[in-house]
């Protein structure tokens, strides 16, 4: 679906800016910890927009996976980009919304699990 390529690939784009940005940029402004938190953030939108994508490309078998797709988007906004916020701002209610954003991933997972339970193994694409 052309929706969930578009959010798996800006996803996938704003990953490598915002790592190098972490790597080149923000390098000695923050703190050590600060730094992991950033960085960890990436990572997470890295895996997640490429799960996105998978999610893109599986749709055509069965719904479950545009909604895994989507609750991938939506944990990548609230897991990672509160990451990025905590780590530049040091807002630490900030950190109440991440696991929002694992909870999100969890539960694309899980929708990606039941898509492959419902789809017929010999269906063609």
Known sequence: MKLLGILG???????????????????????????????????????????????????????????AGIFYAIGIALFSFSLYILALTGIRWLGAITPLGGLSFMIGHALLLIGFLRTDGNKKT
Do not use: K
């Not at 800016?17 to 939108?45: D, K, N, P, W």
């Open 9 to 67: 690939s800006v996803g996938l784009l704003l990953g490598v800016m915002l790592g190098a940005f972490a790597a080149h940029g923000l390098r000695g402004h923050l703190s050590e910890q600060m730094q992991i938190v950033f960085e960890t953030g990436v990572r997470y939108q890295m895996y997640h927009s490429f799960a996105v994508l998978i999610a893109a490309v599986l749709v055509q078998r069965n719904q479950n996976f545009f909604l």
